[in-house]
């Protein structure tokens, strides 16, 4: 759902490059964050718990600026798809954020003691390099004045 993607295809050709791209890799960061936390959550990382209520504050924050007009602004109408599936996204990031944080204070401050799996790493450099294209396409899509 990243401004040039395939879901988001209004055109912001009047931001500045450099704007767009930091936003793209915010958005494609956050989404591969949400990702692999699923799994982190799932081995019980403590840490994983916080990241998933940093998370969730900041999809709620970005639909909710996206549906204020705030930021990204746009000459063009957000999609009816993107309308739906970032509603969804705001109904779905409260919870989150109201469950995380409800954890985060149960939680005691030890540390993980567990090791990551080899498997694990190349993985995320395969995510790396299909989130830098990702970016790359939905930057240059998003700057083409459609």
Known sequence: MVP??????????????SILSVFNIFLT?????SLFLSYFIFRKYKWSILVA???????????VLDFAHI???SPDSMPQLLVF????G???????ILLSFNQTKKMKSSQDKSKLSYNLYR?????????IAII?????SAMTGK
């Open 4 to 17: 040039g993607g395939g879901i988001d295809t209004r055109d912001f050709s009047h931001i500045p490059l």
């Open 53 to 63: 209520f940093i998370c969730g504050l900041s999809y709620f924050l970005v639909y």
């Open 90 to 96: 705001i109904i779905l990031s409260i919870p989150l």
């Open 123 to 131: 993985l995320v450099a395969f995510a790396i390099i299909v989130g």
């Open 85 to 88: 599936l970032e509603a969804i």
């Open 136 to 140: 790359v396409f939905a930057t240059k």
């Open 71 to 73: 930021f990204p602004k």
């Open 29 to 33: 960061t956050l989404g591969m964050i």
